[in-house]
């Protein structure tokens, strides 16, 4: 209970009271939107420009690590596209971007402050690992089997999808940051004090309006219809990405007790706003995606304190 109380609550009582305001009218659409923009553009990418560029990149890159978490969101994401085009009938490309919500956890907004406010900031180094290779990664496998899907027989050349891939995800302000910092770490970069001073300050902000703004965003996803394949989506988030992930980690792998932590922490959150907004791109399943963010968030509560406690 105490891990209820004093790990996962306060993460959720931010992301209500931002839900609560918008639902009041306190905050608007266009004040939501305000925030949103300045926490995912720029407040997030200077976090994880930070953290890359301190981190220690010779511990860090666990394979094990990686591939446990890794093959649980593929494993994640094959079950709901499977799911989604065998037994529920979806076009194709409704499939991917179903399939994709399976894949694509919270693993910024949701998996850095539990995993912290569980384990201290200590335990944060497999976090950042994951996040470094997460959007570059899920994205371009998404947007490569999205286009795919929908050019079929159009005769579109490999090298046009790969440019529209690396457009697509290049073009996002946190890959921006995860660049930036791969390259303050790599080289490092003599910035002045005042630099890293006016940093530290947009990293603390980062979090907290992050947190808030989602709750203002989950406010717009009122569930409709759709029920069976919005909870396989909540089935295939919450519960086989990080099951695979935990048995992977622990009994393929042995990894470390901080990676395993990591791993299963970052691979139990909900689907992220981006499992929607990846939709919304596409126009497919909208309806579906939307509800899965706003409902699989709210069961995370209570699966997320069942991994907390069958974690070491």
Request: charged share 10%; proline share 5%; aromatic share 12%.
């Amino acid at each position: 209970m105490s891990a209820l109380l004093d790990v996962i609550l306060p993460v959720f009582l931010v992301i209500g009271f931002g839900y609560v305001a918008a639902r009041s009218g306190l905050f608007s659409d266009s004040a939501v939107d305000g925030l949103m923009r300045f926490a995912q553009n720029f407040a997030v990418p200077c976090l994880l420009f930070k953290s890359i560029s301190q981190l220690d990149l010779s511990s860090a890159y666990d394979a094990g690590l990686l591939i446990s978490f890794y093959l649980g969101a593929f494993s994640g994401f094959a079950a709901g596209f499977l799911g989604a085009m065998l037994v529920f009938r979806r076009p194709l490309t409704d499939s991917v971007a179903i399939g994709f919500a399976c894949l694509f956890s919270n693993s910024l907004l949701l998996g850095l402050p539990i995993t912290e406010r569980a384990y201290g900031p200590e335990a944060l180094q497999g976090n950042y690992a994951i996040i470094s290779i997460h959007s570059p990664l899920l994205y371009s496998f998404g947007i490569g089997l999205m286009e795919w899907a929908r050019t079929r027989g159009q005769g579109l050349s490999a090298p046009a999808l790969a440019r529209q891939i690396v457009r697509a995800v290049f073009s996002q302000p946190l890959v921006i940051g995860i660049a930036l910092g791969f390259v303050a770490n790599i080289a490092p970069l003599p910035l002045p004090g005042a630099f890293w001073s006016g940093l530290d300050m947009m990293v603390r902000a980062a979090i907290p309006t992050a947190l808030f703004g989602l709750g203002g965003v989950l406010f717009r996803y009122r569930p409709e219809g759709d029920r069976a394949t919005i909870a396989m989506v909540c089935l295939c988030s919450l519960v086989v990405h990080p099951g695979v992930t935990w048995l992977m980690g622990r009994f393929v792998f042995d990894i470390s007790t901080d990676g395993l932590r990591s791993a299963v922490m970052t691979a139990a959150m909900a689907p992220g706003v981006n499992a929607y907004l990846f939709a919304h791109m596409y126009g497919v399943a909208k309806r579906v995606n939307a509800s899965a963010v706003l409902i699989a968030t709210a069961l995370s509560i209570g699966t997320i304190w069942v991994w907390l406690h069958i974690l070491p």
